[in-house]
T-cell receptor, first 111, second 112 residues
Framework: DAKTTQPTSMDCAEGRAANLPCNHSTISGNEYVYWYRQIHSQGPQYIIHGLKNNETNEMASLIITEDRKSSTLILPHATLRDTAVYYC????????????FGQGTRLTINP | EPEVTQTPSHQVTQMGQEVILRCVPISNHLYFYWYRQILGQKVEFLVSFYNNEISEKSEIFDDQFSVERPDGSNFTLKIRSTKLEDSAMYFCASLEQRGEQFFGPGTRLTVL
């Protein structure tokens, strides 16, 4: 079973920041928080990951709380192409370890 | 930018037939995976593969399923005798050593 809890769906206006929350209260010390998204029925696409520090890349920012029990993915200027299902996954991220997907958050960007 | 490719994009087969789904992972990656997604449901792990052997498999991955890396580039998933419930999107993924898994575009398998 997935070790994360996410809202089922969210809406955001185009051009605004989309903030997607994730709870992972049972995360262990060596587990990372990974975010992937799936646009329509395409293959999941990696977005960002982090251990305990906040992270930023060209796609998004990841804010992890100090106790690491929750995190927020931020898409700073959402576009219509960001409409997708977003998955928050905790994993050690090493080698053969599988990804366990939950239901994710269906994010809809509205014009 | 290197990417994972999968063929065919859509496979239609009759129940009881064998199918082989093909994947070409990113060339310097060491770990390979198959996942599936039944329409409207979540992505499910099937199997991971490293150093020419299965590292882990889920309970879905029963004796009807097998994986192979027949040469240095291809990674295949075989379903020996397809069932209606095998209809799904099948995604291949690869990983270099640690970090993010890269997913292919998927093969849509339809079993009639």
């Amino acid at each position: 079973d997935a070790k994360t809890t996410q809202p089922t769906s969210m809406d955001c206006a185009e051009g605004r920041a989309a903030n997607l929350p994730c709870n992972h209260s049972t995360i262990s010390g060596n587990e990372y928080v990974y975010w992937y998204r799936q646009i329509h029925s395409q293959g999941p696409q990696y977005i960002i990951h982090g251990l305990k520090n906040n992270e930023t890349n060209e796609m998004a920012s990841l804010i992890i709380t100090e106790d690491r029990k929750s995190s927020t993915l931020i898409l700073p200027h959402a576009t219509l192409r960001d409409t997708a299902v977003y998955y928050c996954i905790v994993t050690e991220g090493r080698g053969a370890q599988k990804l366990v997907f939950g239901q994710g958050t269906r994010l809809t960007i509205n014009p | 930018e290197p990417e994972v490719t999968q063929t065919p994009s859509h496979q239609v087969t009759q129940m009881g037939q064998e199918v082989i789904l093909r994947c070409v992972p990113i060339s310097n990656h060491l770990y390979f995976y198959w996942y599936r997604q039944i329409l409207g449901q979540k992505v499910e792990f099937l199997v991971s593969f490293y150093n020419n052997e299965i590292s882990e498999k889920s309970e879905i991955f029963d004796d009807q399923f097998s994986v192979e890396r027949p040469d240095g580039s291809n990674f295949t998933l075989k379903i020996r005798s397809t069932k209606l419930e095998d209809s799904a999107m099948y995604f291949c993924a690869s990983l270099e050593q640690r970090g993010e898994q890269f997913f292919g575009p998927g093969t849509r398998l339809t079993v009639l």
